[in-house]
Structures are given as structure tokens and as C-alpha cells.
């Protein structure tokens, strides 16, 4: 994978979730108010337990205040009891206020995320693995979700608890209050500390946990590669490397903390011990009041709890803060290729005329250039062919024309209109696709082939089934059409899967067909089959095709053939032509499949001749002959 340089965002990380909150954000403020509010009610306990302590149980006038005025110690009573419950009600409002913004949260930046991802370009499918963005999509959010609900409530409510019970002590007793507050800078020093040495640590957690599902996923989606070559032991080993290095990273994040939490738990420990040393001289000293002092102690641990707490807090945010850099990575990127602000709309289908000017072009993460100066007209309607060994720019050349890479050089055009002034939408609807790399979605094979148009019926169907010689197989299944092929087609075999794509395609029914090795796992009855369609499609209605293979009984029937070698075009011309030139197709080290597909092709026939026993004019006779 290529190495990214690191990502600048136009918003901080609290910026953007509360751009993701939006209709929910007033939602969001009351619940925070409300986790405020809920904190200052924690103090009417202990302040009428204090109260009650003064006037009731150890103030001097204790018995006669109980005898004269009982009312108002069951008025304090109830008091205690209605805020108690408040405080209750408020809390279990304010969870359910911060669970539901969560999972809005949650469920906007998850859409938004699939959308992003559904438009990118491929150079960012090449750059991304799909465990790592599968972690993305789930366990990152996670944690984004996490923040939301819990991590932002937790730091209100620390803070509101904190400071509204500092306050307090400072009105009941300044002294007392900075006796006890005055070893909390200590606390906030060690959290800095433990912030420092934990943030890289959840970056490369969240990296190990990426890795390890990208090997889960490469598992999973090629279970028949590993079970072909019986390297399922070794891919075991492969993931529980992957696991252990997982788990070894997690117990080194989570010791960081540990080595952190005595020292914290031993200042929060101290509380107390102040409260009842020097809260004692002053008690004896007359300085504080026994109520005082009990609601002092009352209220100590909201002092405590949040110092505690304030590592739990931290160690969940440097969380969200790896996760969300991540997510928000996916969640600003945009395409490199992707519609011109000018761009009109062509909702009309095309005439089917394709121009390459002087086309090159390097992918970005390569040395060399793949295609060096192309340049070539389709009319519309006609049929190409495209010949080549392997590498030689067949398929990047293609790739050209829906625009799923850009020319570094040069122009590609379509109607004489360049494809970056179409729509990408309406451009690739009139660009039908069928490569020898077939995917077949986990639906019925009805639903496949009407994948590129949903609104035909299976009448039409059946139609483009027959077109790509896919209706016989079909019909012999127990569900017919309604069979589920499996995920990736793994129903059907490879030859059943090509089929069922390339009637796909022509269900589309494109001005341009462009078919890489359409039909490298069919058998040459298949092969033949399936060209027939094609070339009746081309003669009904006027469909434009180009047709990159490797079988030259394919391209007898082209209007014209383009032979490649290195990115450029050594040879051009009709079939007739080119045949003519076998000999000239040895100095491009293309002759030993074609001139054993030739011999195959002269034996098929009855001629058991060897090639060089045949005339140049003869041997080409015998082909157009054979293949006609």
C-alpha cells in the first residue's frame, strides 16, 4: 500500500462531530445541561444532612428545636427524598438524550462514510485495503459512538461535579476546602503525563486491529485459493500472528494506565485522611461545625471519583481521537476523478463514435508509462478488436473510456465530446463492462442480470440470458431464475458466472460494449455463442464494441484489429491484414499462442498441416474459412 501523507482537516475532531449532530444539537446542549444540573442537586443531600446534624442532633439547642419544630426537620427529610428522586429521574433522561444524538451520530456518519467510499475512484481502491476499511466502518465508529455517549457526558460531569463541589466547600469553609483541593494539581499533571505516552499507543492498536481483519477478510474472500493450494494451516498461523500481536498491544495499552492509576488512586486515597486530620483540629477548634463536617465527608468522593475518573476519561478520548482521525480521513476525501463543474447532463444515448488522441498514461504509484501516444477512431457502430500479450496496456487502455483512470496525456473522447465534459453517471450507463474478473452479487440470477437496470422484467431477461448463452444452464436449476447464486457467484462455475455477467451487460443495453476476455473461461462453443450475440447486438442496434482477447478466431468477425506491445500500437488493421502479418507478429513476441492457436484452430478443421508446409495466402484463406 502506498505510504499517505498525513491528512490536513478543515474542521478539529469536536467540530466535526458537532457538525454530525445536526437536528440534534439543541437535544444535545439540554443533555448536557441536565448532567450540570443533576450534579448540583448531588449537593442538597449532604446540605440538608448537615442542616439536620446542626439543628437536630448536636447543636446546643438540639432537643428543644425537635420538640418546637419537628416540621421542619420532616420538611428537610422530604426534601432529601424529592431531590434524590429528581436527581434519578434526570439521570436516566439525560442517558437516553445522549444515547439516542449517539446513535444518530452514528448512523449519519456510517451512511455518509458508504457513500463516500461507493463514488471514490480506483486509484483510491488501490490504496486502501478493504479489512481497513471494514474497520472503519465499524469498530472506529464505535468509537466515535462511544464519545458521544459516554466520554463527553463523563468530562461535563466530572468538571460541573468538581467545581460545583469546590465552590460549595469554599462557602461552608474556605479553609477546610483548600486543605483538600490544594493536592489535585498533582492529579491533572499525572493525566498529562499518562495523555502523552497512551495517544500513540491507540494509534497502533487501531492499526493492529485494521491488519488483522484485512487478513480475516483476504481469508474469507479467497477460502478457495487456500483450500486449493492446502495452506489452510499456514493461514492459521498467518492470523494467529496477526491475533497475538493484536491482543500483545491492547494489554501494553491498557498497563499504560496501570502504571499511572496508583499514583491517582493514592492522592484520591489522601482525601480522607486530610478530611480527618485537619478536619478534626478544626472541629475541636470550634472552626467547623459537626453538620459542616458531615457534609463535608458527605460530599468528599464527588472530589475523589472524578480525579479517579479523569484517566478512564482520557484513555477512552486518545480512543476516539485515533479512531476519528481515521474515519474523518474517509469522511473529507474526495476523488480525484469526479464530475467537472461544468459538466452537462446527456441523458440521450450516445452515437458510439470513440476517439483516442495521442493518449499516455502512468499509473500514479509507477515508474514507467503504461500506454505511450495512442491514437485511433472507433465509428460508431463498428467492431474492434484489441491483441496483445499480458502488461501490454489492453485493460488500462479500456479503462480510459469510463474514465476509471485519467490520461496523464492526451485526450479521450466520446462523440467527439471529451468523457471529462460527461456526467460520470451518464457516461458509464452507456459503457457496458464485462471482464474475465467475474463478481456476482449474493442475489437470484434474475436480480444480477437486471443488476444495471432494475425496471426490466424477466421476459427481457430471458432474453439477454439467450443472448450470452446463459438460458440453457439456467433452466436446468431448480429455481431457475430465482436461484440464489451465492456470495461472488460461488454457485455457479466460472464459465456459468460469465455468462450470467455478460447478459448482464447487454441487459443495459449500452451504446458501447467494451468486453476484456469476456469469454476466457468459456469453451469455444461458448465462445462462439456468446460473440454471435454480441455481433447480433451490434447488428440491431448499431452498438459500438470493443473486444480485447487473446483468441484470434475472435476478431474474424472485426471490423478492425489493433495489435499492442509495450503500451504502444505495433499493428493495425482489418483481420485479413493482420493474419497476413504472422510473421511480423514474432518480432513482437506474440506468435507462440497465436501460432499454436492457428494449428489448433487448422487441426479443429481436418488440416493437420504443419503451419510452415502452408502459403502466407493459404494460411489466411484457411482461417477467415474456419471461422466464418
Not at 2 to 18: G, N, R, S
Not at 219 to 241: L, P, Q, T, W
Not at 296 to 322: D, K, V
Request: aromatic content about 10%; hydrophobic content about 45%; charged content about 25%.
Amino acid at each position: 500500500m502506498k505510504v499517505k501523507k498525513e491528512t490536513l482537516f478543515p474542521k478539529t475532531k469536536i467540530q466535526w462531530l458537532w457538525e454530525n449532530m445536526k437536528g440534534r444539537r439543541v437535544l444535545y446542549v439540554i443533555g448536557m445541561l441536565g448532567t450540570v444540573v443533576y450534579n448540583i442537586l448531588q449537593l442538597t443531600v449532604p446540605y440538608y444532612s448537615g442542616r439536620i446534624v446542626d439543628l437536630f442532633l448536636s447543636g446546643a439547642d438540639a432537643w428543644e428545636n425537635m420538640r418546637t419544630n419537628s416540621g421542619l426537620f420532616y420538611h428537610l427529610l422530604i426534601l432529601m427524598i424529592v431531590f434524590t428522586v429528581l436527581r434519578g429521574v434526570i439521570v436516566y433522561g439525560d442517558c437516553m438524550i445522549y444515547e439516542h444524538v449517539s446513535q444518530t451520530v452514528l448512523y449519519r456518519v456510517r451512511n455518509f462514510l458508504y457513500d463516500k467510499i461507493q463514488r471514490q475512484d480506483m486509484t483510491f481502491y488501490s490504496t486502501y485495503r478493504t479489512g481497513d476499511l471494514m474497520t472503519r466502518v465499524t469498530g472506529d465508529l464505535d468509537a466515535v459512538r462511544h464519545m458521544v455517549a459516554w466520554v463527553i457526558r463523563m468530562v461535563i460531569e466530572s468538571f460541573s461535579l468538581f467545581g460545583v463541589v469546590a465552590i460549595y466547600f469554599f462557602y461552608m469553609n474556605w479553609k477546610m476546602a483548600l486543605s483538600l483541593l490544594i493536592i489535585s494539581p498533582f492529579v491533572f499533571f499525572i493525566i498529562y503525563l499518562f495523555k502523552n505516552k497512551v495517544a500513540p499507543m491507540h494509534a497502533k492498536l487501531r492499526e493492529k486491529l485494521a491488519q488483522m481483519n484485512t487478513y480475516a477478510q483476504e481469508n474469507i474472500s479467497g477460502n478457495r485459493v487456500v483450500k486449493a493450494f492446502a495452506r489452510e494451516a499456514y493461514e492459521i498461523e498467518k492470523f494467529d500472528r496477526a491475533n497475538k500481536d493484536y491482543a500483545q498491544t491492547n494489554k501494553e495499552t491498557s498497563m499504560v494506565w496501570l502504571k499511572f492509576f496508583p499514583y491517582v488512586e493514592s492522592i484520591a486515597n489522601l482525601m480522607p485522611v486530610v478530611m480527618l486530620t485537619v478536619g478534626g483540629v478544626f472541629l475541636i477548634r470550634g472552626e467547623l461545625t459537626m453538620g459542616d463536617y458531615v457534609a463535608f465527608s458527605g460530599l468528599i468522593w464527588a472530589i475523589a471519583n472524578p480525579m479517579r475518573q479523569m484517566g478512564n476519561i482520557m484513555n477512552e478520548f486518545q480512543r476516539f481521537s485515533a479512531a476519528s482521525k481515521k474515519v474523518m480521513e474517509i469522511y473529507y476525501s474526495e476523488p480525484q476523478i469526479k464530475d467537472a463543474l461544468d459538466a452537462a447532463a446527456h441523458p440521450n444515448r450516445f452515437d458510439g463514435k470513440i476517439e483516442f488522441r495521442e493518449v499516455s498514461f502512468q499509473y500514479e504509484d509507477g515508474d514507467l508509462p503504461v500506454l505511450h501516444d495512442i491514437s485511433f477512431t472507433v465509428k460508431p457502430g463498428e467492431t474492434i478488436a484489441i491483441m496483445g500479450e499480458t502488461g501490454c496496456g489492453k485493460t488500462s487502455l479500456i479503462n480510459l473510456i469510463p474514465r476509471f483512470y485519467e490520461p496523464t496525456k492526451g485526450e479521450v473522447r466520446i462523440d467527439d465530446i471529451p468523457v471529462q465534459n460527461f456526467r460520470l453517471s451518464d457516461l458509464r450507463k452507456q459503457i457496458g463492462l464485462a471482464t474475465q474478473d467475474v463478481l456476482l452479487y449474493s442475489d437470484t440470477i434474475e436480480g444480477n442480470i437486471a443488476y444495471g437496470d432494475s425496471s426490466i422484467d424477466l421476459e427481457e431477461v430471458e432474453k439477454f440470458a439467450k443472448y450470452s448463452a446463459a438460458s440453457d444452464f439456467i433452466s436446468k436449476m431448480p429455481e431457475g431464475y430465482d436461484t440464489v447464486v451465492g456470495e461472488r457467484g460461488v454457485g455457479l462455475s466460472g464459465g456459468q458466472k460469465q455468462r450470467v455477467a455478460i447478459a448482464g451487460v447487454m441487459a443495459m443495453e449500452p451504446k458501447c460494449i467494451v468486453l476484456d476476455e469476456p469469454t476466457a473461461m468459456l469453451d469455444p462453443n461458448g465462445r462462439k455463442e456468446v460473440l454471435h450475440a454480441a455481433h447480433e447486438l451490434n447488428r440491431k442496434k448499431g452498438v459500438t464494441i470493443l473486444l480485447i482477447t487473446h483468441y484470434m478466431e475472435e476478431v474474424v468477425d472485426a471490423d478492425y484489429v489493433y495489435v499492442m506491445d509495450k503500451g504502444h500500437v505495433v499493428m493495425q488493421g482489418t483481420p485479413r491484414e493482420i493474419f497476413s502479418q504472422v510473421g511480423t507478429l514474432k518480432e513482437h513476441r506474440l506468435d507462440v499462442p497465436q501460432i499454436t492457436l492457428l494449428a489448433d484452430l487448422l487441426r479443429q478443421s481436418g488440416l493437420d498441416i504443419p503451419l510452415g508446409v502452408l502459403t502466407r495466402e493459404e494460411l489466411v484463406d484457411a482461417i477467415m474459412k474456419i471461422a466464418g
